[in-house]
């Protein structure tokens, strides 16, 4: 009656049966085994529970319950369960990948390959076996014997969606995308309708250039299904690099009024917000997404960067919030590291750089010449990058790497394992807070010693975090409450500046044909604050005919172009007097634009570091305000390493004073600009051996304190 499509039938006639004999096994059984079918999973237990009192040994009740354990979340149940079968039949091939499938799925990886590798002796053409192991050797950073198990599945089942999706995933990873773009391709011919493989098709498509063709698959995705967080996220990203932040900002605003009330969608509102310069509007929406998810830790991170744009936030406040984060990520590291595998030492150290920016970025523009200057002898490197990206000075860099490791795609403690079992003595954090950034591996202790420098302007607020690298100009003893880290300070500066291969000649200075001088700044919108336009506009009003141009990517809205010469009215200033402009694609490009610069600004309290630097090289000396805080004292520390000191002002009078000196000396400001790409090499920030040298001596001094 059952196999005939009759289960009422064959369950009057089960009951029959066992009223017939209460104790007859095979009814009750296939009685609960028709319950489990059609979802009455709590008499179906209550069955598969009966026969194994009279019969404890009866795998195929004790299995079906597993299933039935699992499908119900009681996981470590259906594990006992599963153990309880393998024990009775040690070939019971099905009871093999479950147990692992259902390991893998509550992180116990070890033991879920552990388990597959056993059935991979007994059953090697289990359905999905491959697959599944290959998840595992991707989730543990083993991406090419991930590829290796994907193509095993795949040649088994030519059809298997998942096993192409995930096989393009690992192979995008380890940035072999054009193979990743046809395996994804193929996915989508088998089953077109998946919004997840639409969205990581878009995913590599942007990552490697076809920016229209990524939106339209985001937008695919979303079609198939609107509440789709990572094709939502993907595509906001995808707006808001181009600069297209208003419509970033309408995307998530529609996602927020569809009821789509996630941290990930306020957090990403935050962003578009803050690019369009609202701080304010930007840091409610970071509240809206920890108040949704107050251990959201993106959504934490985003908050704490936001805090250097303004400068209304109490220093202690946002060390508070930082301690906060500190002990949310310490709390998820619950097995911390005590001891390591690194040695002693006593060759060279095994320093680990862990950073989301080992491409074409700010970061990378300054650690180039650093680790092409380091000493082998003295230094290895590995590195553990958290971005997908590779860009020319990836490739560049690269070879400077004993080991290239990507942690994308790890989860913390995977990424953690990782990291502590290549025996690492000096782990170097380059994020800090910024995107892409990896501080709960931090947490986890994964080396003995660790230490946050480069890429983010305060503290980690990781207690695992053992020092912070400055220098005596940007960071001063009365700072230092401000940071969970001891301060190191290396000699000079903590900076070193990487010359760029794409910058052409110093240009004669501008205000000699144009008749009237042109300040400028090429720094992120959102670092101009009402008290930088305000100083600025004094600036202007007090040199007749002077020009601010200004070039950022948010200006490529014309309605933040617009509101930027509002505030400027708002100052009496006049639209005449502003140049505004979008980004040029292609370093060489942005750097000839300082061309039509005679003297740069920097904002505060965020100032800049690149792109003074960048000015600088081109030519173009840059005015500065001396700050209290680390962030505020970037201009500081360049500026006097440069050796143009006297171009730092203590308070904006100061600053108009300096500005309306160097109008009036217009020779004296040319003489300036065609010595200035000179001085600058000869000065610490572009002497990379001997920054090397500094930056050995400090890790091999951390190391030591640590010994002792």
Known sequence: ??????????????????????????????????????????????????????????????????????????????????????????????????????????????????????????????????????????????????????????????????????????????????????????????????????????????????????ENCFAKALTLRPDYMDALNNLGGLLYERGDLAAARALFEDAVARGLRRPEVFMNLSLALRGMGDLGASEDASAQALAIDAECLPAFSNLLFGYNYGSFQDEGECLAEAKRYGALVRERAKDRYTSWVCGGGEGRLRVGIVSGDLRDHSVGHFLESVVRALDPARIELVAYPTHHEVSALTVRMKPCFSAWKPLVGLNDEAAAKLIHSDGIHVLLDLSGHTAHNRLPVFAWKPAPVQASWLGYCATTGVAEMDYYIADAWTLPESQERYFTERIWRLPESYLCFAEPPEGGEVSALPALRNGYLTFGSFNNLTKMTDEVVALWAELLRSIPGSRLRLKAKQLKESSVADRVRERYAAQGIEAERLQLEGPIVGRGGHLAAYEGIDIGLDPFPYNGVTTTMEALWMGVPVLALAGERFLARQGVGILNNAGLGDWVSADGGELITKAQAWSADLEGLSTMRAGLRGRLKASPLLDAPRFARHFEDALETMWQMRRR
């Open 1 to 214: 009656q059952e196999e005939a499509g009759q289960p009422r039938a064959a369950e009057t006639s089960y009951r029959h049966a066992m009223d017939l004999q209460p104790s007859y096994l095979p009814a009750l059984y296939n009685l609960s085994c028709l319950q489990q079918a059609r979802g009455d999973e709590v008499a179906a237990e209550a069955g598969y529970r009966k026969v194994l009192a009279q019969a404890p040994d009866f795998s195929a009740a004790l299995f079906n319950l597993a299933v039935l354990l699992e499908h119900s979340g009681r996981a470590d149940e259906a594990i006992a369960s599963y153990r309880r079968v393998l024990a009775i039949v040690p070939q019971h091939a099905d009871a093999h990948f479950n147990l692992g499938s259902l390991l893998f799925r509550q992180g116990e990886l070890a033991a879920a390959e552990a388990v597959f590798r056993e059935l991979l002796l007994l059953a090697p053409a289990h359905p999905h076996l491959q697959a599944a192991l290959g998840d595992i050797l991707r989730e543990t950073g083993r991406a090419e014997a991930a590829v290796c198990a994907y193509r095993c599945a795949i040649e088994s089942d030519p059809d298997d969606v998942s096993a192409l999706n995930n096989l393009a995933l690992v192979l995008a990873e380890l940035g072999a995308r054009q193979e990743a773009e046809a395996a994804f391709r193929r996915a989508l011919a088998l089953a077109p309708t998946s919004a997840e493989v639409w969205n990581n098709l878009g995913f590599v498509l942007s990552a490697a250039g076809p920016v229209v063709e990524a």
